[in-house]
C-alpha cells in the first residue's frame, strides 16, 4: 500500500550495530503498528502506538524501542541487533479511533538480515 | 501468542477450483479479518465479518464466521493464478486495540 511506506527495504547489519528502521503514512491514522514475522509464523506485534504521546509494548518488544515522531511517523530501532532479529518487519496503521473496527493498513515491508 | 489458527497449513489446487481454508480462534471476539500475503509483501486486507454476521461476501470470496465453534472459513471460488499467496485471520483483543494474526495458510493455484 503506497499511503504506508517503509525504510529501508532491505538491510544487512552486523551484530552489536544499532538499526532503525522507519514508517510513514500519509493516511491520516491515528494507530500504527510494528510486527515482524519469521518464516512459516504469523506477525507478532512488536509495539504500537495510538498517538505521539501513547506507546505500548507488544507481545516481543525486548530487544527493540520506538519513536513516534509525528503522527504520520513511527520509528522502530534495534538497540544492539542481534542474528536472531533476523526477520520481516512490518509497518501498519488503522483508524480504529473513529470506526468499531481495527482493519490495518500494512506497508511493504523491510526485510533485515543480521550477521 | 497465536489467537487465530489456519488450516490448513498449506494447499495446493488446479486453477478453476475453489479452495477453502479454515481460522480457529479462542476468545470472544466482535470481529474477525481476513488479509492476503503475496510472497514477501505486505498483508492486505480482504474482508471483515462482524460477531452478529454468519455469512459475508466480497467478489470470488465468501466468509463464514461460527462464534459457538470459534471458527471461521474464507472461501475462494474459481480461483486464479494471482491467488497464490498466503491468507491469514486476524482476531481483535480488548477493545479492538491490536490484533492477533495465525500463521497463515499458503495457497497455490497451478495453472
Known amino acids: 500500500d503506497a499511503d504506508v511506506t517503509q525504510t529501508p527495504r532491505n538491510r544487512i547489519t552486523k551484530t552489536g550495530k544499532r538499526i532503525m528502521l522507519e514508517c510513514s503514512q500519509t493516511?491520516?491514522?491515528?494507530?500504527m503498528y510494528w510486527y515482524r514475522q519469521d518464516p512459516g509464523l504469523g506477525l507478532r506485534l512488536i509495539y504500537y502506538?495510538?498517538?505521539?504521546?501513547?506507546?505500548n509494548k507488544g507481545e516481543i518488544s525486548d530487544g527493540y524501542s520506538v519513536s513516534r515522531q509525528a503522527q504520520a511517523k513511527f520509528s522502530l530501532s534495534l538497540e544492539s541487533a542481534i542474528p536472531n532479529q533476523t526477520a520481516l518487519y512490518f509497518c501498519?496503521?488503522?483508524?480504529?479511533?473513529?470506526?468499531?473496527?481495527?482493519?490495518?493498513?500494512f506497508g511493504p515491508g523491510t526485510r533485515l538480515t543480521v550477521l | 501468542s497465536q489467537q487465530g489458527e489456519e488450516d490448513p497449513q498449506a494447499l495446493s489446487i488446479q486453477e478453476g477450483e475453489n479452495a477453502t481454508m479454515n481460522c480457529s480462534y479462542k476468545?470472544?471476539?466482535?470481529?474477525l479479518q481476513w488479509y492476503r500475503q503475496n510472497s514477501g509483501r505486505g498483508l492486505v486486507h480482504l474482508i471483515l465479518?462482524?460477531?452478529?454476521?454468519r455469512e459475508k461476501h466480497s467478489g470470488r470470496l465468501r466468509v463464514t464466521l461460527d462464534t459457538s465453534k470459534k471458527s471461521s472459513s474464507l472461501l475462494i471460488t474459481a480461483s486464479r493464478a494471482a491467488d497464490t499467496a498466503s491468507y491469514f485471520c486476524?482476531?481483535?483483543?480488548?477493545?479492538?486495540?491490536?490484533?492477533?494474526f495465525g500463521t497463515g495458510t499458503r495457497l497455490t493455484i497451478i495453472p
Open positions: 501498519a496503521t488503522s483508524d480504529a479511533g473513529r470506526t468499531s473496527y481495527n482493519e490495518q493498513f
Open positions: 465479518i462482524r460477531s452478529n454476521e
Open positions: 502506538s495510538f498517538d505521539v504521546k501513547d506507546i
Open positions: 493516511k491520516g491514522h491515528d494507530r
Open positions: 476468545t470472544s471476539i466482535n470481529n
Open positions: 486476524a482476531t481483535p483483543g480488548v477493545g479492538n486495540e491490536k490484533l492477533t
